[in-house]
């Protein structure tokens, strides 16, 4: 069932980060990410309540914690794609998104059949070849190798940081996450007017996005509570596969021989892991 919730969530981040990334064609990304964050916090506290069984302020307090986690990752993530070549920076982060969680699960006691461990490695190689690009790789430097690392584990962080969380909080943790995000975003767009945009052309794009995020996150929580951190962390970044295919077949954009490996290989990690 962990199987199950870890690859509904990583479908709902894919679709989530395809509309995202065409409303950014539409207006900033600071808008895109703000507006995205409003619809999941409305969305959190409407399902709180009537999901979660109890309230537990050490969760929502672990919550923010992980929020500012993922904020520094995608913080990064942004900087080095702007600075660096895309075909490095998302490969490296990525994997490293996928790798941390799952090696803290198995440092803390968490045991993988010999099967889970071949799916978790050939997860993370079909991780790497699905987030890279079909476009030749720049100049690579010592900095932009340690930022792309750096914003991976920010977003290992946010993993990491969930799975202790009570399962019967849920999801008040991301109404936590969510709520500090926010008001820092809000700050930014405050204090510099010049990293906002239009809303009404790319309202229903950011609409999807952030009720997919929103979805993603809670299926997530459910995949953590119900399953071992190592495999929920690799089978939910295999979210870049669902985005590749969006991209191939509502935009019709080519896809490099890598990726269509790599699609064949997450094919391949979730029938080792869920065997296993």
Not at 172 to 189: E, Q
Not at 224 to 253: F, I, N, Q
């Amino acid at each position: 069932m962990a199987a199950l919730f870890s690859l509904a969530a990583a479908a709902f981040f894919g679709v989530g980060d395809f509309c995202g990334a065409q409303a950014s064609k539409r207006t900033t990304v600071v808008t895109v990410v703000t507006g995205s964050h409003v619809v999941g916090l409305v969305v959190f506290l409407v399902l709180a309540p009537g999901l979660a069984e109890r309230f537990d302020g050490g969760d929502f307090v672990a919550g923010i914690f992980g929020g500012l986690s993922g904020l520094v990752g995608i913080t990064l993530l942004y900087r080095v794609l702007s600075t660096g070549p895309m075909a490095v920076v998302a490969p490296i982060a990525a994997v490293t998104n996928a790798a941390v969680p799952a090696l803290w699960g198995v440092a803390f006691g968490e045991r993988l059949t010999p099967m889970q461990q071949a799916g978790v490695v050939l997860g993370l190689v079909a991780i790497v070849l699905v987030s890279r690009p079909p476009e030749a790789a720049g100049p690579v430097t010592v900095r932009l190798l340690v930022e792309s690392v750096l914003a991976g584990i920010g977003f290992a962080g946010f993993f990491i940081v969930l799975a202790g969380t009570d399962l019967a909080s849920a999801p008040w943790p991301l109404v936590g996450g969510r709520l500090t995000t926010l008001v820092l975003l809000v700050a930014v767009l405050v204090v510099a007017p010049r990293s906002r945009g239009p809303v009404r052309s790319a309202g229903r794009l950011i609409l999807i996005c952030g009720l997919c995020d929103a979805g993603g996150g809670v299926l997530m929580l459910e995949a953590l509570g119900r399953g071992m951190l190592s495999l929920a962390a690799v089978l939910t970044s295999l979210y870049p596969a669902v985005t590749v295919l969006l991209a191939r077949t509502v935009l019709r954009e080519q896809i490099s021989r890598g990726q269509v490996v790599g699609l064949g290989g997450s094919l391949g990690a979730i029938a080792l892991i869920v065997a296993g």
